[in-house]
């Protein structure tokens, strides 16, 4: 094949790959980031394309990735049906659309809003097909229809040539832009050419992208995916049936950029397509392209820097595939070349065999017509015989399926529409003999108006009034509540100390949880990003690698380290021989599993002993857990650990890797020389390390002595460093990288103090402190869930939040940060105890951590906290078990704990709980606002008092940062309810994990993009209302409004109507909502009007 | 009464049942409710018949084709398009009945009838279906048709073994053997309502009682042809099959298929034991039911292409039920009766597996691939949100569900319906312990 490389200069080419770059990254606007399942974020799966109003999303979404933006319109009338839609919310929202026109027919007048209504409440609009020639019984009702289908004898239907014509028209227009020439075979063909090339990638993505999973990985992975590709798919015997597939890969372009435009040439795509053309390419795998996309952007990650791989790449192997496909198919069906240009000629000038072939595929024809046209497309294919030749036949079968249908089309479409008008006669209660009786005009008019509002239009207007039910329904909650709104200045009165202060994340799930705890006692509750404003990476004691501990559009800065406690030296080498021991275990079986040979042994011999998990885990799952987790502590042993906090001095620095050399120095000497403890002198160690460090200076007379004294020759001493330096990586630029690393960890104690500060101010917490202040995180446990991280915390980056409380905890214990705190004005008093700890959203269970921390003085409360957690999360799972579709009945209490233990445990449970399923609002503002409110766990609730933020700094980090973060999960769980096949992960029966990375649909398939549908949905109807989310901000509008005018991504929030804004301005205590159009209309809800 | 007149009792009671149907067309239900009755009483005629002449011929045959015919007509919506079908159902039940009943020459002059009336009911029903052009499966059923009249006549004129070979051309033409299979597959795929559904248990039944009548005069030539004709028919139907992309010439080139094995079983054993009618009758009747279960379809839906429907398990979950039962039955799955008889042929002493018996399965493993994506393509799939979709009603359910329990009679207890004692004697020297006997 030809190159690029043969015709172009040097800096031209190099100018075409940088367009060709820019273009793909344009194109890849259709297709979100998919993160690896480990660290799963909640994302809005059309995110990059924000910056265009939702309506307008929705539309490309369908248009590249073929999802449906909207709940169908059954699930919206059943809606209706059951109350949560109601009709005034439906006239509201169809009133933009309608006109003031209306229909006199005998003594009735029907406007053009009747008719709209009307079309959205009796699926006037469903477009069933009429059969052409059904022979059923005859049904006493079509009498009626058969008659007023009879009045409407005037009425026009196109004929096959004029639906040709319109079908070629709109396919010229689509052609590159809407569609691509591989899907144009298959609609014209019956091809499955997209599937096939889909399969294709797919087998390739999975081997290139493994991430560990498998136990044979691809070779050749370190080229980077196209050049691997290329190396491997030229060994294949024959790739897709395409002919000298080896010689015409092995000629490929060494550049993908270059490739990518070979393939572009040869299909002839105009240049001002090429960007859709090559976006619809990437959409055909979402899943896929979405994590190489992803994966392309995170330059550090060491998958990525180990094999890299970047759209370009994956476009040139997708491309590859097309070109020849195409070009098969076109030359081999139809006898053309399969390039845009040829396949737009075929269309002009073979309208008549482009028409029944496009209608064959797409099973339109009746069977008769479909085996003819079969025929004449075999002689084509067979035959070789010129498709201009057979034109005449062509055309005559095009005529001769009108003359035999067309008059029995035109009859079913006539009967469509009498039965729409009939429909349209009882929703209005109109007895059909006025439609008898009315002229055929006026039935056009009516026609025409349902026509004008197809089912495909409702989605918005229905989105509007689910919406509207909703808000109403809050707002009067909302209004109802005893709180008053404050005025501007703090309260002078000292109010109540409480007993404690707990801290929740904003996660919806934490509403109930608050609610209860409020409820046993005197027990504040704030919310706050679970994060709490520490920004960290954090390694857990034990673990070989780092979670990034905070949000995914944030960066860190900070490492964390959990160390054991220091009085623990003397047991630690026992736990962690122990640990090894277990994970060495862990590593024999999983190698003898994984090996070729071992597992025909391994069966017969061990396989017994995988019984009795399989039979624990079944039958008594909550049994069986506590029972492993007991042995587990019995073997190994728990040790208490703290937090690295604060910075190292840079001698503490020095030391902490010196230590680190010495150690493996001291190995190396064992290993190497076979010498014992009592032979190896620290001194010698400590001389051969700095000897390792400084290659330039002289030998020092003492470690020529001392290696002597160890039998050791110079020559060895020698060869010995420099393995050192070699091998160990003990030399002066390793050290200096591993201090640099080191002095990460942890922070300074102006950090420090920030943190804890930012963390306060941000939720008005900077008074009044109880003794006890907790900050609770959240986690959870559930069993044989890919998608467990999607139940943990999303402001912790999809990890559960304990580090991060453990951390603010312990810096808001320091004395010199509440020094720092009370410079800043922050008095906190010295009674008052910081207090970390974590629930477990799946069992409700309260874990508090660092308690000998706890001075002897806070016993007390620490145990009355305890006792209100327990209760409050008994009150919790009671809460959450009635949300459970298979509980009909009531719980007690310690049932209802029970019930979420036993499902937290269950390895077959799909819905071990609905994570953040529901989630409707985001409310910025006090407390006191939504006290007592019962918010059945659908608002994300975030503190925030105005009074402490004059500049409106916090309020702006709040609205750019939590709110963002919530719009995701809100946009993820909205798509994946509308459209779970699309936009969604698909039922968790059929998943499969693949690659370490993502999920599956059983063995082979695109990656699954959201949500589980048992995740979003509760049997046929969604669970998760799909709404878009509600701000609602307790802050003047005049500031809300000069944040929007400062921030894009709050104008593309508000203007684009991804999220509804409505503001409580403490001026005059009124409810206002921000339209997209910029101003503020006042809350009215149903008692005002 | 005497065994003569049972044949033209038969005859004049459908004949009648026709006539009188026809009188009632212009009251769709009451012509639908006296072809049903006329079903029923050839049905209580047969009955009697063997009470009285206990060496009745024809059995079980006898009683299957008007419970078959009942079932066909059951289901039938009541529309004027099907008047044709319902009158022919009952006309050529009444010759498939005398042909069995009848003896010589009267059967070769039912047979010519049937043939002649099959052959017209074809030509004109796709002349006023299809004005224009004839299709060529047409054109071959007819040509099939008239060589099977053909030489129906010459079994009358010709000296053994003229008429032999002529008795089994005409008997192919029925009992589907290739290359004589046209007039099977175009009945099945051309004729209108319930009758492909009837003829495919109808015309095989006469053919296999006419095969069974002249098997003893067949020369080891003559079976040794039928054999290779068989497995070749059988592979060509299997490919067919395979290929098609509708229901209808898919269930008709698998029946084709699956009675062709009949055919090589015959003549590779030269015998038809009980078995073997099991077989057929299994065959028939799951071939049957399938095509009344997309006649449903088609009712409801129009001549459709078959990838325009699907995804029907949850819309239709008693259609998709009763279908993926049928397709279970129709591709030898226990415990329907197309499995038992199958393992009875196998098991019969008269057969000793040979090379051809590779042929044989992979027909057979072919066929569970074809009947099953027909099933899988109605009952999985998205659903067409622009389709109205409509449960089978009742008579549609009772009629499938019979059928399937017919099925599954035939496949655990067939001994009361097909006693091999008092029937005729072995009819070849290779088994003369337990063959089927007109």
């Not at chain 1, 959240?778 to 999303?794: K, V």
């Not at chain 2, 192919?172 to 099977?184: E, Q, R, V, Y």
Request: proline fraction near 6%; glycine fraction near 6%.
């Amino acid at each position: 094949m030809e190159s690029l490389n043969t015709g172009d200069s040097r800096p031209d080419l190099e100018a075409r790959r940088m367009e060709l770059r820019g273009t793909i990254r344009l194109a890849s606007e259709v297709i979100a980031q998919y993160w690896p399942m480990r660290t799963f974020v909640h994302h809005n799966p059309l995110h990059s394309l924000e910056y265009l109003p939702f309506a307008e999303t929705v539309r490309r979404g369908r248009q590249y990735v073929g999802g449906s933006g909207y709940l169908p319109g059954e699930m919206y009338r059943r809606y209706l049906k059951s109350g949560r839609i109601l009709v005034r919310h439906i006239d509201d929202a169809v009133a933009p659309l309608a006109r003031e026109h209306d229909v006199s027919l005998g003594p009735c007048r029907i406007s053009h809003r009747e008719v709209l209504r009307a079309c959205l409440t009796h699926e006037l609009c469903v477009s069933a097909e009429e059969p052409l020639d059904r022979l059923m019984d005859f049904d006493p009702n079509e009498e009626q229809v058969e008659s007023l289908a009879e009045r409407l004898i005037s009425f026009s239907f196109p004929t096959v040539k004029e639906q040709m014509a319109t079908m070629i028209r709109e396919d010229l227009a689509a052609l590159g832009r809407h569609t691509t020439l591989s899907s144009w075979c298959d609609r014209t063909l019956g091809t499955q050419i997209v599937q096939q090339i889909n399969d294709e990638l797919i087998k390739w993505c999975e081997a290139f992208l493994d991430e560990g999973h498998a136990t044979w990985s691809m070779p050749k992975r370190d080229e980077g995916l196209y050049a691997a590709w290329k190396r491997l798919a030229e060994k294949e015997w024959a790739t897709c049936g395409i002919a000298e597939s080896r010689r015409k890969i092995a000629s490929l372009p060494d550049h993908p950029e270059d490739a990518v435009l070979d393939c572009l040439e040869a299909l002839a795509i105009p240049v001002e397509f090429r960007q859709d053309y090559l976006a619809l390419q990437l959409a055909a795998l979402p899943g896929w392209a979405g994590f190489i996309k992803w994966r392309a952007e995170e330059h550090g990650y060491p998958w990525q820097q180990a094999h890299p791989v970047g759209l370009v790449k994956f476009l040139a192997v997708r491309l590859w595939y097309v070109r020849e496909l195409v070009g098969k198919a076109c030359r081999e069906e139809l006898g053309i070349q399969g390039n845009y240009r040829a396949v737009s000629t075929y269309m002009e000038q073979h309208p008549n065999a482009y028409f029944m072939r496009k209608e064959r595929a797409a099973a339109r024809l009746p069977a008769v017509y479909a085996e003819r046209v079969d025929r004449l497309h075999a002689r084509t294919r067979d035959s070789r015989e010129e498709a201009s030749a057979l034109s005449h036949e062509w055309e005559q079968l095009t005529t001769r399926y009108q003359m035999e249908y067309g008059p029995r089309h035109e009859q079913a479409a006539r009967r469509t529409i009498a039965r729409r008008l009939l429909m349209l006669a009882q929703a209005l209660e109109i007895v059909p003999t006025v439609f008898m009786e009315s002229s055929s005009a006026q039935l056009k008019v009516l026609a025409d108006w349902i026509d004008g509002f197809p089912e495909s239009a409702h989605g918005p207007v229905w989105l509007k009034a689910l919406e509207a039910g909703y808000q109403d329904q809050l707002f009067d909650m909302l209004l109802r509540a005893p709180a008053p709104p404050q005025s501007a200045a703090p309260e002078d009165q000292p109010p109540v100390r409480p007993h404690s202060q707990s801290v929740f994340c904003i996660d919806v799930r934490s509403e109930p949880f608050r609610r209860h705890l409020e409820s046993t006692g005197a027990n504040d509750t704030y919310g706050f990003a679970g994060f709490f404003a520490v920004f960290i990476r954090y390694r857990a004691w034990g673990k070989e690698h780092e979670t990034e501990q905070f949000p995914v559009i944030m960066r860190a800065k900070n490492e964390v380290r959990e160390i054991p406690r220091s009085y623990l030296d003397h047991y630690l080498s026992k736990h962690q021989s122990r640990a090894k021991l277990i994970h060495a275990g862990h590593t024999l079986l999983h190698d003898l599993k994984e090996n070729v040979v071992t597992p025909y042994v391994m069966v017969e011999s061990l396989g017994w002993f995988y019984g009795l998990p399989i039979v624990g885990k079944t039958i008594v799952p909550d049994w069986y857990k506590r029972m492993t987790g007991w042995i587990r502590e019995f073997f190994v042993p728990p040790i208490a650990t703290s937090v690295t906090v604060d910075k190292l001095s840079p001698a503490e620095t020095e030391e902490m890797v010196g230590s680190e050399h010495r150690a493996v120095i001291w190995k190396a000497l064992r290993d190497r020389f076979g010498l014992r403890g009592s032979r190896i002198d620290p001194e010698f160690v400590e001389a051969l390390r700095r000897r390792s460090l400084d290659e330039d200076a002289p030998v020092e007379p003492f470690l020529s002595q001392a290696a002597k004294r160890a039998d050791l020759t110079p020559e060895q001493l020698t060869a010995f460093v420099h393995e050192l330096r070699e091998d160990h990586r003990i030399n002066r630029r390793a050290a200096a990288r591993q201090k640099e690393k080191i002095t990460r960890t942890g922070f300074t104690l102006e950090e420090q103090v920030i943190t804890v500060e930012t963390a306060l101010r941000m939720m008005g917490l900077v008074r009044n402190f109880a003794r006890l202040v907790f900050f609770c995180a959240h986690g959870s446990t559930t069993e044989n869930n890919p998608f467990e991280s999607a139940l943990d915390c999303g402001a912790c980056g999809g990890n559960e939040g304990k580090p991060n409380a453990r951390v603010i905890a312990a810096m808001a214990n320091r004395p010199p940060v509440r020094e720092g705190l009370a410079r800043r004005g922050i008095e906190l008093p010295s009674d008052t105890h910081f207090l970390a700890g974590q629930v477990d959203t799946t069992t409700d269970d309260v874990q508090l951590f660092d308690l000998e921390d706890v001075p002897p003085t806070h016993r007390k409360d620490v145990s009355r906290l305890l006792e209100d957690l327990r209760e409050a999360a008994q009150l919790t799972s009671r809460e959450r078990c009635t949300r459970f579709p298979e509980i009909k009945t009531a719980l007690s209490p310690s049932q209802a704990l029970a019930c979420v233990r036993k499902r937290s445990a269950d390895w077959s449970q799909v819905r071990p709980e609905w994570g953040l399923s529901g989630n409707t609002t985001f409310f910025i503002g006090r407390r006191d606002l939504t006290k007592g409110l019962n918010l059945a766990g659908r608002v994300f609730l975030h503190s925030y008092d105005h009074r402490e933020d004059p500049t409106d700094r916090l309020l702006e980090v709040v609205l750019t940062g939590p709110q963002v973060v919530a719009q995701w999960i809100n946009m993820e769980h909205y798509f994946s309810a509308v459209d779970n096949e699309v936009y969604g992960g698909g039922s968790k029966i059929y998943h499969n994990v693949v690659g370490r990375l993502g999920i599956m649909s059983g063995p082979w398939s695109d990656l699954r993009l959201g949500l589980a549908r048992q995740t979003v949905m509760n049997d046929d109807m969604p669970y998760h209302e799909p709404m878009r989310l509600l701000t609602l901000v307790e802050a003047s509008r005049a500031r809300i409004e000069k944040l929007i005018a400062r921030h894009e991504i709050l104008q593309h929030f508000y203007h684009n109507e991804w999220v509804r804004l409505a503001a409580l301005d403490p001026e005059d205590g009124t409810w206002y909502c921000y339209m997209p159009w910029g101003v503020w209309q006042r809350v009215r809800t149903f008692q005002d009007e | 009464m005497q065994a003569w007149m049972t044949p033209w009792l038969l005859i004049a009671i459908c004949s009648i049942g026709a006539a009188f149907a026809f009188l009632m067309r212009s009251s769709l239900s009451r012509m639908k409710t006296v072809a049903l009755s006329t079903t029923v009483t050839s049905l209580l005629a047969v009955i009697a018949s063997s009470a009285l002449n206990e060496s009745l011929p024809g059995m079980p045959f006898l009683w299957l084709l008007p419970l078959a015919a009942f079932l066909s007509l059951l289901g039938q919506p009541v529309h004027q398009e099907n008047r044709i079908a319902w009158l022919m159902t009952l006309v050529l039940l009444g010759i498939g009945l005398g042909i069995l009943t009848a003896q010589e020459p009267v059967r070769q002059v039912l047979l010519v009838a049937l043939l002649g009336a099959l052959g017209a009911l074809l030509y004109r029903h796709h002349v006023s279906r299809h004005q224009s052009s004839m299709m060529p499966d047409v054109w071959r059923g007819l040509g099939a048709f008239l060589v099977g009249m053909v030489s129906a006549v010459l079994t009358l004129v010709l000296p053994f073994p003229g008429s032999a070979v002529a008795t089994l051309v005409a008997c192919a033409t029925l009992l589907p053997l290739f290359p004589l299979h046209g007039g099977f597959i175009a009945v099945l795929t051309g004729l209108p309502g319930n009758l492909p559904a009837f003829l495919i248990l109808l015309l095989p039944a006469l053919g296999f009682h006419t095969l069974v009548l002249v098997l003893p005069n067949l020369t080891a030539t003559m079976l040794r042809t039928a054999m290779l004709l068989a497995l070749t028919g059988a592979c060509y139907a299997s490919l067919r099959a395979l290929i098609q992309s509708q229901p209808l010439p898919r269930l008709g080139y698998a029946g084709l298929s699956f009675l062709s094995l009949l055919w090589w079983y015959v003549a590779d054993t030269g015998a038809a034991p009980q078995s073997a009618a099991v077989y057929l009758s299994a065959v028939s009747l799951s071939m049957s039911g399938l095509l009344l279960a997309w006649y449903s379809i088609r009712a409801r839906y129009g001549d459709i292409d078959l990838r325009a429907v699907g995804g029907l398990a949850y819309p239709m979950p008693r259609f998709s039920t009763l279908l993926a039962l049928l397709g279970l039955a129709a591709l030898g799955m226990p415990p329907f009766g197309v499995f038992s008889g199958f393992i009875g042929l196998l098991l019969n002493p008269a057969f000793s597996p040979s090379g051809s018996f590779i042929i044989v399965m992979i027909i057979w493993l072919s066929a569970s691939w074809y009947v099953m994506d027909l099933v899988q393509e109605l009952v999985f799939g998205p659903q067409r949100s622009d389709m109205r979709y409509e449960d089978l009603r009742r008579t549609e359910f009772v009629s499938l569900l019979t059928l399937i329990l017919l099925l599954l009679i035939l496949g655990i207890a067939p001994s009361p319906f097909f006693q091999p004692d008092g029937l005729m004697p072995p009819v070849t020297a290779a088994t003369k312990s337990v063959t089927w006997n007109p």
